[in-house]
């Protein structure tokens, strides 16, 4: 067990570090799912196997050695009742190789549940939901919010909250499903979502937008017009640039599934949302890869709603709830 144990940690320590550095693309979810079930292999096997094993060898030493005490007794001879405490421990205590696989196994299995059914935790990587996020936020993602989902296949077993329109929310991104996406929701299925001239229409009624004071990029060092926008129940705010035009050249469009529902113009683009799918936007309008380019997200995609920051290391003022 200790050779077959030495070679299932180094194949998780080498898939841990060619992901790292970046030899194949890994894959969190089902690295966890797999620590989850070796360790609980493990942890069943110590509990039900090794661990009445070694009991079972500690209580015949202990008897063997109350029999040689009763004869040495007889005899007047001194007994050193150490010696024997110490190596019942010895018989008792874990083996390394059980030690760092049944040892683990309830933190992993607490992470492992809190994860995929309750909360996931991720890290606001780019300025794309700016004003909303900032990059560098810490974040928390209801993963049960709209659904409860298998872990790794991503499948939904029981309904939950519908998705609404003006929801954050964190995705696989369709071109490449191993990443994570976050994004607003902008249009459910059956909408028909205009994006035209840099103003929002969802099924043809503009969605009510007012001026705010500019928003200070202090990454950038720049001023950006800003906008309260009433897209869900609550409002949230936009951001728009000025030097950056609002149609799109065939160039920056890909090839994605739906396409024929989308009509794209030198004043931005109209698409009506397939069945299933949502349309995505990020609220710093001109500079966010969404929807308006890669497409639709199917609902076998959606991985939770965040709502909370919980953390950011150069700015403890944005812990909190956020629209």
């Not at 010696?83 to 190789?97: N, R, S």
């Not at 607003?184 to 205009?194: C, I, L, Q, S, T």
């Not at 994605?256 to 989308?262: A, D, G, H, L, T």
């Amino acid at each position: 067990m200790q050779t077959l144990t030495a070679i299932i940690l180094a194949a998780f320590a080498g898939y841990i570090g060619a992901w790292y550095m970046g030899a194949l693309e890994g894959n969190f979810a089902l690295l966890l799912f797999l620590a989850t079930v070796v360790t609980g292999a493990y942890w069943l096997a110590e509990r039900f196997v090794f661990l009445p094993k070694r009991q079972a060898a500690a209580a015949a030493l202990v008897a063997q050695d109350a029999q040689r005490r009763r004869e040495l007794d007889k005899l007047g001879l001194a007994q050193d009742v150490s010696q024997i405490d110490e190596a019942q421990h010895k018989l008792l205590m874990q083996p390394w190789w059980l030690d760092w696989t049944a040892g683990l196994f309830p933190v992993i299995v607490v992470v492992f549940v809190l994860r995929s059914f309750l909360f996931e935790p991720f890290k606001i990587p780019s300025g794309s939901m700016i004003p909303t996020l900032l990059v560098g936020d810490l974040i928390l993602v209801n993963k049960f919010h709209y659904g409860v989902r298998l872990p790794v296949i991503n499948k939904k077993i029981t309904d939950g909250t519908p998705v609404a329109r003006g929801d954050v929310m964190v995705f696989r991104y369709p071109p490449k499903p191993s990443l994570d996406y976050i994004k607003r929701v902008v249009g459910v299925p059956g909408d028909e979502v205009a994006y035209l001239n840099k103003r929002l229409t969802i099924n043809g009624v503009a969605v009510p937008t007012q001026t705010v004071p500019e928003f200070f990029d202090e990454t950038s060092m720049r001023y950006a017009k800003q906008f309260e926008e009433q897209l869900g129940a609550k409002p949230h705010r936009l951001l728009n640039d000025e030097d950056r035009r609002g149609g799109f050249s065939e160039a920056e469009i890909m090839n994605f599934p739906y396409r024929e529902n989308c009509r794209y113009s030198i004043e931005g683009v109209v698409c009506k949302v397939p069945k299933g799918h949502y349309f995505m936007m990020g609220d710093n309008r001109d500079n966010s890869l969404d929807s308006r380019y890669w497409g639709f997200v199917p609902d076998e995609n959606i991985v939770g709603r965040a709502f909370f920051v919980w953390m950011n290391f150069s700015n403890f003022k944005r812990i909190g709830s956020f629209n």
